[in-house]
């Protein structure tokens, strides 16, 4: 099992661990890793891992098919470690922040708009969350762009908690999206909380984030597209030069 350091240090840039499987596809498997695998709609996090006096770049990071290693993935085979080798992780930190900002955001627009989530991604330069929408003029670009302004200036602090299985199964209303479920069956499951004790926003995440919204910069909600009869894309962009 992978150590998974970035879910109790997001903020953590530089990482020493050990190298446990070189996989048949040459992905490199580590002890302990910072940087976040694929899920959730964020991307893998991407980065440079350093031993024996040669560094390689990481092109990005996905879980095994078992999720429970997070396999890194080089961007060339030309230069490897070896299992059992010292290794050093270096996170990509620029892009990393940015999709902490963009994923932090994406919470805070759930807290705005008040029907389930049918999909989102994010990225570097911004994010979109597709909702169910029942009346689409209750979506308004300039009042969105507003409010969400609004939450990121109030510089709300965020923080984590964890909660049992059966205490989320007790409580499904913490749960906005309809096609990823909260990864259950290890125990416990982690909230994301916007706010003291969620006042903003509160539902289950594995992603990395910002410890306040003040630290996300501002914002524009550029787009809300039709992509069915009754789904909604809404686009969020960071604005440029914070």
């Given amino acids: 099992m992978t150590e998974q350091i970035f879910k109790d240090d997001a903020y953590q840039k530089e990482l020493g661990a050990r190298v446990v499987e070189i996989n048949d596809r040459g992905g490199i498997v580590l002890d302990k890793t910072i940087f976040y695998a694929t899920g959730g709609g964020q991307p893998g996090d991407k980065g440079t891992m350093s031993f024996g006096g040669q560094t390689i770049d990481i092109a990005t990071t996905v879980y095994g098919p078992d999720k429970i290693q997070i396999i890194h993935v080089p961007a060339s085979q030309d230069v490897m470690p070896a299992v059992g080798d010292d290794v050093v992780l270096t996170l990509d930190w620029d892009t990393r922040h940015k999709y902490m900002r963009v994923h932090t955001t994406m919470h805070l627009m759930c807290s705005l708009v008040p029907f389930p989530v049918t999909g989102g991604q994010v990225g570097a330069d911004g994010g979109r969350l597709d909702f169910d929408v029942d009346d689409p003029s209750k979506l308004n670009k300039e009042q969105l762009t507003t409010e969400l302004n609004r939450l990121i200036s109030e510089n709300h602090s965020i923080s984590e908690r964890w909660i049992s299985d059966e205490e989320m199964a007790a409580n499904?209303?913490?749960?906005?999206?309809?096609?990823?479920?909260?990864?259950?069956?290890?125990?416990?499951?982690?909230?994301?909380?916007?706010?003291?004790?969620?006042?903003?926003?509160?539902?289950?995440?594995?992603?990395?984030?910002?410890k306040s919204t003040g630290e996300i910069g501002e914002v524009i909600v550029s787009k809300i597209q039709n992509k069915g009869k009754q789904n909604r894309r809404i686009r969020v962009d960071l604005v440029e030069g914070f």
């Fill in 172 to 210: 499904p209303q913490l749960v906005r999206t309809m096609s990823v479920k909260p990864p259950m069956g290890a125990g416990k499951v982690r909230l994301l909380a916007i706010g003291e004790d969620g006042s903003v926003d509160l539902q289950p995440c594995g992603g990395t984030h910002v």
